[in-house]
């Protein structure tokens, strides 16, 4: 089994208050949600404005899936266009 972790700083340009940041990355972590079924969940810089850090998990059985799916929802956040993608981490973890 393996499990793959991915991370996602983000900078969300136009936030001017911590109600506008949490509208906006709920927006983003519901599409990743149900584009991907991964788990999803907001990790770090809780009390920013304009920053956000997201975890994201995948279990599978092949290491290169893991990591083509997690290369996926990298590149579709960078997409949205919501927030800038400033640093990402990837792990992949064998159990």
Avoid: P, Y
């Amino acid at each position: 089994m393996v499990v793959g972790v991915l991370q996602i700083d983000l900078h969300i340009h136009e936030s001017q208050s911590l109600k506008a940041k949490r509208g906006c990355l709920r927006k983003v972590v519901s599409r990743i949600r149900n584009t991907f079924e991964v788990s999803v969940a907001e990790v770090g810089s809780q009390d920013l404005w304009q920053r956000a850090k997201i975890g994201i998990a995948v279990i599978g059985n092949d290491r290169s899936v893991v990591n083509q799916r997690l290369d996926h929802v990298l590149n579709f956040v960078d997409s949205l266009g919501t927030a800038e993608v400033i640093d990402h981490s990837i792990e992949l973890i064998n159990i």
